[in-house]
């Protein structure tokens, strides 16, 4: 809950439009990017990237930026030891941002700032096999939700909150992850953490509740 600490990706909003936003700590303060507005009627896939340098943190919607917020200095991750994927639980929860009820699907990690040409050709990307080696500079998790909560790089299983399931509506591959409530996944955060960051994720919104993490 300290949030000059690590990072918190989330969303608001409503039924219809949904705010996707971004909070890094920067050890004596945080550095906030208020994201676009996504109209989340149509039930389709969204291509979601942020990415973070010493300077500025960006918000990717499809491949185009979207907003961009200058950093008050380089994230501090002080006392990080997991990362909460599709909720804000257990640390961010305090303004209702609990688990997501939302697919996910080709989720990646990189430990540098992507450029734009570079999160498109990552949007291209047509998904891989079960063996996997990092294939993109800077990547060090990828985890494509196809039947299992496995990262490829690391081949480690990430650890299950609750009873998160997959949909066999995938983006690519032959499943993707469905949020539930009170549910989430967590996976240690050892090597995913630097000076630079950024994250993709292929995402199709439920909007209820009308907000997550």
Known sequence: EDRTKGLRFFREGDATNQRFKLNVGTGEGETWNDGPVVDVTDNQWMHIAISISETACIIYINGEATLTALMADVIDWTGTTNISIASGAPNFVYWGHHSDLSLYDELRIFNKALSPEEIQTVMADEGQ?????????????YMPFDGNYKELISETEAGKVGTPGFAGVAKLGS?????????????????????????SLWYKANPVPDRAG
Do not use: V
């Open 175 to 199: 499943d993707a992850y469905a949020g539930a409530t009170d549910a989430y996944i967590t996976f240690p955060s050892d090597g995913l953490t630097g000076e630079n960051f950024s994250a």
């Open 129 to 141: 096999p079960i063996t996997y080696e990092a294939k993109y500079d800077g990547e060090t998790f």
